[in-house]
């Protein structure tokens, strides 16, 4: 029985970039439970180097690893780097430094990931050395591992989840209490939940870089953040969420990677993030708050979810973590973690050639042959209805439509040309819709 | 980027050792998707033999391939063995044979790991093969992996689960139809949900199994089904169910493995599956028919969910396939997954000493002093009381207790002595509570 507590390996050096929320929880697990992971690595892991910008500010840090030259430290005797700093430049360097030299590497960095995850594939290759970045989406959340591993004999058709935690904050408040964007967005400030400057959040570039990263993952196709369509929340008004709540349906703003035929049979891969009204049955639609939750569909397996704490120092320590030993643990008996797969390089399909469905409200005239007008327009654009709900008001009407799917610039001239219409008074709400029977 | 599709490693040979609805699943997918499967582990792999019981009763399979000698096929020029048959003899020496000789194994074998997995980690070790097991828990849900690989650096503190499709089936009929149990086995099994001989199943063993599978790998400890408190679902009655809707939870048979500090401070694990009163808001208890969900929670990472297909052709063979993927890829990398972890070797808590919490509903005398007596007999066991909801009735009246945390002894020494009270006509249902602040 001697696998049971084998630490026999060589020490196993980390240089840890970055000591924010995250790398403070790094530090402090990697110092706390050094017994604990030398057993599950099969070798000690020890933290060899911390580069911050400001060595002085980190009183409670030991002080003998600080440095503020991270290119040294990248350089020096270590065997893994582990970068918790975020951001493109200079990162990508030390990054590519790091690999090409036989460093392997464990990052959070979901924007560097989303745009040179093929270079640095490439570098990590050269030497041998392994790339782990399970925390850079849904953070806490198992997710990585099991599309790049668990799934791996198996066809991934979509995976669509929540993966932006300010976004649901903010949205799950607009549900509840019927306040506007603007307003929610300052509330979600005081508490904590979105940063000053929360473009990355609110637009949709972090969730675009998390679905460039599932995409690339589940396709096995090299797609960067600028291949995903990207809408944010900015544009979600109380209108929005109030003729959602009228349906039974919510607002959740979606990360949605999608596997799409065409009419030649010819696949390719659809990557967007925008608002998504949903059925309030779907069990995506019930994730409050700041937590993440991802759906993933393949042939075999069917349906799976993931649900967890998508942000946060301890959770995305705890994928940090993981990633770490595996890294530790390849080292130590000699193997290598998952290269890059971007065999089958399937296109990325724009997204007005994607098939959606939306959800159109519209405040008309209350008169004979509006609908049959209205009507007539989606048909004109080949778009089919799949439900229709005509309320009478005063002298107006409310009416929702709900299409089937039909290619998304199809939809939008739709929807431009029933704007135009004189019967048409007001585009109350118009969104995608996901998770129901087309 | 010459990463993107390496297939140059030397062809893995698989040995596929029964072929019921997951190995003719395992046998289409190997063929039909073979130049997949090969990009992904970067070498041809190839189905070599196929052994089967009465080869004659299989014309749908490549004759070829066919063999009723397990033990043969196993010795011979294989890379990696698929065991899908099942059950501990003769399958334990086959896979013995196999890992001790450097073949690599992927079980589906619940029983057998559940039993023998010290004994078949240990034989893998003695060559440097692999054992992997994904298939045999949760089916197409990626939650080994996770525990074995992401969660390497966190502590788990509880794993919480739907394991068992049938007795899931079954409840969720009862809970929504009012039926008793006997009726809706019936049912299930005119559906095809409940085998022949449900006893494996129904009785908790299936769930007992998969408990200990769990236990071992988060808390990095041996426990085997024997080490499992196993209850199963044959005593829950349609009043228990009726007593679990009017209060507005329902009834669940979960394996639960928790991780239990005493009041020395020192650590044990509880493993064991018995039926489990829910709140209708836990995630769990929305989990309806063949379904299986898990809970995880660890002290970085918090809570997690894993959601999916438990059982069936398609996604086990999909939990198979990522595995034999993982198997061919170490093999051609030259690396090796994760060994045996059982360095914490915590002791296994007999149930009388896992602290539980009981609901009790009972069928009291309608007369002053009855909810004192009651009352007085927990607190002589020293069982503290969470909340009492009493209800008259003609002369009797109904009493509900929920209590806290206490010693499952003590709990079941409290209902004994309850039951033998004259004011007390009936103990209507016991059962325990899980999810609810204690």
């Given at each position: 029985?001697?696998?049971m507590s084998t630490v026999d390996g060589k020490t196993v050096r980390v240089a840890l970039l970055g000591c924010g929320t995250v790398g403070a929880e790094v530090a402090r697990l990697l110092t706390e439970q050094a017994d604990e992971l030398a057993a599950r690595a099969g070798a000690p892991v020890e933290l060899a180097g911390i580069a911050v910008r400001r060595p002085d500010k980190h009183p409670e840090l030991p002080q003998h690893l600080l440095t503020n030259d991270a290119a040294a430290l990248v350089e020096s005797d270590v065997d893994v780097v582990v970068e918790l700093i975020g951001g493109v430049d200079p990162v990508r360097e030390w990054l590519l430094t790091a690999l090409r030299k036989g460093k392997s590497v464990v990052t959070a960095n979901k924007a560097l990931l989303a745009e040179y995850s093929a270079e640095l594939f490439e570098a990590a290759?050269?030497?041998g050395a392994d790339l782990y970045f399970e925390a850079a989406v849904a953070g806490a959340i198992p997710l990585l591992r099991p599309l790049r591993e668990s799934l791996a004999g198996d066809?991934?058709?979509?995976?669509?989840?929540?993966?932006n935690g300010t976004t649901n904050f903010i949205l799950s408040a607009m549900d509840s209490t019927g306040a506007g964007y603007a307003e929610t967005l300052d509330e979600a400030s005081r508490l904590g939940y979105a940063e000053a400057d929360p473009t990355a959040d609110v637009d949709g570039y972090d969730a675009a870089s998390k679905a460039a990263i599932l995409a690339s993952l589940a396709f096995h196709t090299r797609v960067t953040a600028s291949d995903v369509h990207r809408e944010g929340i900015s544009n979600v008004?109380?209108?929005?969420?109030?003729?959602?709540?009228?349906l039974g349906r919510t607002v959740k703003l979606l990360s949605i990677c999608?596997?799409?035929?065409?009419?030649?049979?010819?696949?390719?891969?659809s990557a967007r993030v925008h608002p998504v009204m949903l059925p309030r049955t779907h069990p995506l639609a019930n994730?409050?708050?700041?937590?993440n939750a991802v759906f993933v569909e393949a042939d075999a397996a069917g349906s799976l979810m993931?649900?967890?704490?998508?942000a946060g120092g301890a959770p995305t320590a705890s994928a940090v973590l993981g990633d770490l030993v595996a890294v530790a643990r390849n080292r130590v008996l000699g193997g290598r973690g998952p290269r890059e797969s971007a065999h089958a390089q399937l296109p990325v399909r724009p997204m007005g050639q994607t098939p959606t469905r939306y959800h159109v409200s519209l405040d008309v005239a209350d008169k004979p042959g509006v609908l049959a007008q209205v009507a007539q327009v989606f048909a004109?654009?080949?778009?089919?209805?799949?439900?229709?709900r005509q309320r009478d008001r005063h002298d107006t009407a409310s009416l929702v439509i709900v299409t089937h799917l039909a290619p998304d610039a199809a939809l939008e001239a739709t929807v431009e040309a029933i704007g135009k219409m004189d019967v048409v008074n007001e585009v109350v709400s118009v969104m995608r819709v996901e998770g129901e029977d087309s």
């Open positions: 029985m001697t696998a290759d050269s030497s066809r991934i058709t979509k995976v669509m989840g929540i993966v008004s109380a209108s929005d969420i109030a003729a959602a709540k009228a999608e596997r799409v035929e065409g009419e030649d049979g010819a696949e390719s891969v994730v409050g708050g700041a937590f993931f649900y967890g704490q998508g004109a654009h080949e778009v089919s209805i799949a439900a229709v």
